[in-house]
Nanobody, 125 residues
Framework: QVQLVESGGGLVQAGGSLRLSCAAS????????MGWFRQAPGKDREFVAA???????HYADSVKGRFAISRDNAKNTVALQMNSLEPEDTAVYYC???????????????????WGQGTQVTVSS
């Protein structure tokens, strides 16, 4: 059974940094795409960043240059380093994974079968 557990969320002032982590279990995930998505109140879930099984990195335009995704296959973890945070980054952040996701579809939430419970990130102005 695949399980994803996020951690690292919290409250931070604008301009600050947070590091989110996602621990995966139940499979060997080295060949899986790992993604981060977020959902703010009243809004759809949106793509933030993803790393493919071949370690290509993909970012939403809104976070390019501020966020960095990385993975540790030995530990089955994926991290999201978030710098220069803005109030608009406030949301619940979700980790997701699945195998066989094309890089052309890696930004699409529906391509991911497995999701964590989410961790709240709040950025105050």
């Amino acid at each position: 059974q695949v399980q994803l557990v996020e951690s690292g969320g919290g409250l931070v002032q604008a301009g600050g940094s947070l590091r989110l982590s996602c621990a995966a279990s139940g499979r060997t995930f080295s060949s899986y795409a790992m993604g981060w998505f977020r959902q703010a109140p009243g809004k759809d879930r949106e793509f933030v960043a993803a790393i493919s099984g071949r370690n290509t990195r993909h970012y939403a335009d809104s976070v390019k240059g501020r966020f960095a995704i990385s993975r540790d296959n030995a530990k089955n973890t994926v991290a999201l380093q978030m710098n220069s945070l803005e109030p608009e980054d406030t949301a619940v952040y979700y980790c997701a994974t699945d195998a066989q996701i094309s890089i052309w579809r890696i930004q699409v939430p529906g391509e991911y079968a497995y999701w964590g419970q989410g961790t709240q990130v709040t950025v105050s102005s």
